[in-house]
């Protein structure tokens, strides 16, 4: 079991949250709390950096969901980036990956 661990940075077209180790029940509270105070602007781009998670569960996605909605609600956009294949395939099977650009690397 890896604790998670969130890291921002501000890239040219807006913040970026590297998620690291289990976003899960017993730690995505922290994202869903963390998720309100970054400050977005019409037009940016919030990135989940999403490469170093080892597992979610549907309370991850959830919070996943939450970054969604805070991104529609200030205007601006959201994409996930690197994201594993283990994530990809349950983003895929319910259907996530609709809602969510995926790009292979947060630089992109």
Not at 12 to 28: C, M, Q, S
């Amino acid at each position: 079991m890896s604790p998670l661990k969130i890291t921002t940075r501000d890239a040219a077209t807006g913040p970026v949250l590297e998620i690291f180790g289990e976003l899960d029940y017993d730690n995505a509270t922290e994202l869903r709390e963390l998720i309100p105070t970054i400050p977005l602007r019409p037009g940016q781009r919030l990135i989940l950096d999403l490469g170093g998670m080892e597992f979610c569960d549907s309370s991850g996605l959830s919070a996943l969901i939450a970054a969604y909605h805070h991104a529609q609600a200030a205007q601006a956009d959201i994409a996930l980036a690197a994201v594993p294949a283990h994530t990809l395939r349950t983003l895929r099977i319910v259907g996530l990956d609709q809602i969510f650009p995926i790009h292979p690397g947060s630089a992109e």
